[in-house]
């Protein structure tokens, strides 16, 4: 079956380091690749995604690029700060199957000052 | 636009009770999903509506739980003869073919079954 796979957390860094998080796929057909943030308090947001292979997906500083040869669709980010702290989903959709999610267990980021 | 919304925002209820949720999505999205987040999970799909049809219900959507969305608008969830395992925090989404079906989360509705 579908499904996502993500490095476990907590991760813990310090305000300006190199942020990775790690995510791995298993589909069947193509789908398109997501992360989702969750804000401490705060709904699931739609951070950056990716519909097609070798795209790469932007937002606020993070990038993720869409490995159709590795199955993968690491995070990154070259400096982190305070306020990136927050719960990391690495998600895959099929648009043609309803457009439903498949969610990662979800990476806990805390990045201390 | 306001966003999705969820009501309530919280439940405690003992276990062998009736619980509903309702979910209001943006307005116009003709798509509504539900999920459910267990603690340290990710969400998992539970059904979802293309206007007022249910067009696909999860495994995990047992016979206690029903979804209708009767006008193609707003949502409700119920949960019959809760049980501790229902514990948990139930999401909303909505999405059109006007965002390319981004599907926007609500805040969700945290259930706690004693």
């Known amino acids: 079956g579908n499904s996502v796979t993500q490095m476990e957390g907590p991760v813990t860094l310090s305000e300006e380091a190199f942020l990775t998080i790690n995510c791995t796929y298993t589909a069947t057909g193509y789908p398109s690749l997501f992360w989702y943030v969750q804000y401490p308090g705060e709904g699931l947001q739609l951070l950056l995604k990716?519909?097609?292979?070798?795209d790469k997906g932007s937002n606020k500083g993070f990038e993720a690029t869409y490995r159709k040869e590795t199955t993968s669709f690491h995070l990154e980010k070259g400096s982190v700060q305070v306020s990136d702290s927050a719960v990391y989903f690495c998600v895959l959709n099929f648009y043609n199957q309803g457009g439903k999610l498949i969610f990662g267990q979800g990476t806990e980021l805390s990045v201390k000052p | 636009d306001t966003g999705v919304s969820q009501n309530p925002r919280h439940k405690i209820t003992k276990r062998g009770q009736n619980v509903t949720f309702r979910c209001d999505p943006i307005?116009?999205?003709?798509?509504l999903y539900w999920y459910r987040q267990t603690l340290g999970q990710g969400p998992e799909f539970l059904t979802y509506f293309q206007n007022e049809a249910q067009l696909e219900k999860s495994r995990l959507l047992s016979d206690r739980f029903s979804a209708e969305r009767p006008k193609g608008s707003f949502s409700t969830l119920e949960i019959q003869r809760t049980e501790q395992g229902d514990s948990a925090m139930y999401l909303c989404?909505?999405?059109?073919?006007?965002?390319?079906?981004?599907?926007?989360f609500g805040p969700g509705t945290r259930l706690t079954v004693t």
């Open positions: 990716a519909t097609k292979a070798d």
């Open positions: 307005s116009e999205h003709n798509r």
């Open positions: 989404a909505s999405s059109s073919s006007r965002t390319s079906y981004e599907q926007y």
